[in-house]
């Protein structure tokens, strides 16, 4: 499962063989969030609230959900449409 970047102590990874909608996953320590790439919202699991402004400045930086999206549509081509 390739990990895409490390935000200070914070893993962002996108796996294959994953399920929508797009999503990339933040991993700190114990804590793992779900993150929708289109809205950067947190749609399952839970990060502390410093960690997840973190992830969001990095995830808002320009072309950086364009990056995500690509890497999530490469890794899952069985849910393109």
Same mark, same amino acid.
Not at 49 to 61: E, P, S
């Given at each position: 499962? !390739? @990990? %895409?970047?490390?935000?200070?102590? %914070?893993?962002?990874?996108? +796996? $294959?063989?994953?399920? #929508? !909608? #797009?999503?990339?996953h =933040?991993?700190?320590? /114990? &804590? /793992? =969030?779900?993150?929708?790439? *289109? @809205?950067? /919202?947190? +749609?399952? $699991?839970?990060? #502390? @609230?410093?960690?997840?402004?973190? %992830?969001?400045?990095?995830?808002? &930086? !320009? $072309?950086?959900? =364009?990056?995500?999206?690509?890497n999530? *549509?490469?890794? *899952? #081509?069985?849910?393109?449409?």
């Amino acid at each position: 499962m !390739p @990990t %895409i970047q490390m935000v200070d102590s %914070i893993k962002i990874d996108v +796996y $294959g063989r994953d399920h #929508p !909608p #797009p999503h990339f996953h =933040a991993i700190y320590a /114990e &804590q /793992e =969030a779900l993150i929708e790439i *289109n @809205t950067l /919202e947190i +749609y399952a $699991g839970q990060m #502390p @609230t410093l960690q997840w402004r973190k %992830i969001k400045q990095w995830a808002k &930086q !320009p $072309g950086m959900q =364009a990056l995500l999206l690509e890497n999530f *549509n490469r890794l *899952n #081509p069985h849910l393109r449409k």
